[in-house]
């Protein structure tokens, strides 16, 4: 499975992003899916997940109410809608594939990464 993540680019404080993320084949609608970053010095941070049918998803503090996960399985695609975009957003975007059907938290859980897409937030 081949994901490409796309959308990132460079925004002021308080904009807005919308990522997302291209599976090559349907593998993904049956496993559920993710957003982790990395900050540069830092260590991958998991972002947001969704389960395969979409009704269950997680956050991270930091992004809880700020960011939204969801994914279009038709499509084989996922997304997160990044508001109120904060300074401490910045980093790479990487989406991932779960090996099981829920939303997963932990690094550990996911099979397959995209490429990451880099999120600039000046302030």
């Known amino acids: 499975v081949q994901l490409q993540a796309s959308g990132g680019g460079l925004v002021q404080a308080g904009g807005s992003l919308r990522l997302s993320c291209s599976a090559s084949?349907?593998?993904?609608?049956?496993?559920?899916m993710g957003w982790f970053r990395q900050a540069p010095g830092k260590e991958r941070e998991f972002v947001a997940a969704?389960?395969?049918?979409?009704?269950?998803?997680l956050y991270a503090d930091s992004v809880k109410g700020r960011f939204t996960i969801s994914r279009d399985n038709a499509k084989n695609t996922l997304f997160l809608q990044m508001n109120s975009l904060k300074p401490e957003d910045t980093a790479v975007y990487y989406c991932?594939?779960?090996?099981?059907?829920?939303?997963?938290?932990?690094?550990?859980?996911?099979?397959?990464w995209g490429q990451g897409t880099q999120v600039t937030v000046s302030s």
């Open positions: 991932a594939v779960a090996r099981s059907s829920a939303a997963t938290t932990s690094a550990r859980g996911y099979q397959y």
């Open positions: 084949r349907r593998t993904s609608s049956n496993n559920g």
């Open positions: 969704i389960a395969w049918r979409g009704g269950d998803t």
